[in-house]
């Protein structure tokens, strides 16, 4: 909340949304709106995406700023952006920026790092499906009724909703801008939701509805599900899975059952390749018959394995 109050440009309105949090939290908060002028709302818990919408609708500024309860923004955060605003854009959607990596007492790790996981600003879809997006919402400041015309988050994601929302945006026709510069903060740690089973969920749902948004075809010869989301996405249902396994993780039952939904989707299309169902299949029946140490040397065999192939192929 101080790195919200210290901007070098002023925020209009200040909007807390508690999503139902913990008593001792919510009281916290009730104290903190005596002392700091933002409005305050209270919610049943509903993840980051419906706070985010509850936060909103409850605005009346044209341009919104997301700053997430772990994060905290660079003291130009508003300036960077509001300057990055083109003045002849009549379809504005967002500006975005870079951030700053922490750990979970915000102690600075890199100073930059959003280029060096996808391509900016967004041109193609291509690019928005064949890896995350990293536009963070606390990021970002973006048009109020673009936000409210495209809906929102899907509150159905307790992650991804940031990559569904900005893709929506993208698939309407509105413009993203990038600014080379870091403006927020963005605390990282086992904690976090990107940690949790909340994530291999919402991880498996946003395939499922991309691989509807956009089936193969043939004719265009384009195929989205195996050249894009199998390549993005299907590393990590097995890591999933198989970590859960070996780890004896209390969610094992789901994250399996998580591998084998996407290892039927896989072997239901007819134009991913034979040795890669194949894989998939050997892999299943591994996770249902060996015990975890057995699954556990077998990973680490592959680690050895892999690059000694590698060394042999030289």
Same mark, same amino acid.
Request: charge should be negative; hydrophobic fraction near 40%; aromatic fraction near 14%.
């Given at each position: 909340? +101080?790195?919200?109050? *210290? #901007?070098?440009?002023? /925020?209009?309105?200040? $909007?807390?949304?508690?999503? =139902?949090?913990?008593? !001792? *939290?919510?009281?916290?908060? &009730? *104290?903190?709106a005596t002392r700091m002028p933002f409005t305050l709302i209270h919610k049943e818990n509903g993840g980051q995406g419906s706070?985010?919408?509850? =936060?909103?609708? /409850?605005?009346?500024?044209?341009? $919104?700023?997301? @700053?997430? #309860?772990?994060?905290?923004?660079?003291?130009n955060?508003? !300036?960077?952006?509001?300057?990055? $605003?083109?003045?002849? &854009?009549?379809?504005?959607?967002?500006?975005? =920026?870079?951030?700053y990596e922490a750990d979970a007492e915000g102690n600075i790790i890199r100073m930059s790092m959003v280029k060096q996981h996808a391509i900016h600003p967004k041109r193609d879809i291509i690019s928005l499906l064949c890896q995350d997006m990293f536009i963070l919402p606390s990021a970002s400041l973006i048009v109020r009724k673009v936000f409210l015309e495209i809906g929102g988050f899907d509150t159905q994601?307790?992650?991804? !909703? %940031? %990559? &569904?929302?900005f893709l929506r945006m993208f698939r309407a026709g509105y413009s993203n801008y990038y600014v080379d510069k870091p403006v927020t903060i963005w605390c990282i740690h086992t904690n976090s939701t990107s940690y949790s089973v909340l994530m291999s969920?919402?991880?498996?749902?946003?395939?499922?509805?991309?691989?509807?948004?956009?089936?193969?075809?043939?004719?265009?010869n384009r195929f989205y599900f +195996? %050249?894009?989301l199998v390549a993005r996405f299907g590393s990590s249902f097995i890591k999933d899975a198989v970590e859960a396994v070996i780890y004896d993780d209390k969610n094992k039952t789901e994250l399996v059952n998580?591998?084998?939904?996407?290892?039927?989707?896989? @072997?239901?299309? *007819?134009?991913?390749?034979?040795?890669?169902?194949?894989k998939l299949k050997l892999i299943g029946w591994i996770l249902t018959t060996c015990p975890a140490q057995v699954i556990n040397l077998l990973v680490e065999f592959a680690k050895f394995?892999?690059?000694l192939r590698r060394m042999i192929n030289i």
């Open positions: 909340m +101080r790195s919200v109050y *210290e #901007q070098t440009v002023p /925020a209009t309105e200040v $909007i807390v949304v508690n999503d =139902g949090s913990k008593s !001792e *939290e919510a009281d916290f908060i &009730d *104290e903190l706070a985010r919408n509850k =936060g909103v609708q /409850a605005s009346t500024s044209d341009y $919104i700023c997301f @700053l997430d #309860q772990d994060d905290y923004f660079l003291p955060h508003i !300036e960077v952006l509001l300057d990055a $605003i083109p003045d002849d &854009d009549l379809r504005l959607g967002v500006v975005y =920026g870079d951030l994601f307790k992650g991804y !909703e %940031d %990559d &569904d929302f969920r919402s991880r498996f749902s946003y395939f499922c509805k991309l691989s509807q948004l956009y089936p193969d075809s043939r004719i265009q +195996r %050249d894009l998580i591998y084998f939904s996407y290892r039927d989707m896989v @072997l239901a299309n *007819e134009f991913v390749g034979f040795k890669y169902k194949l394995a892999v690059p």
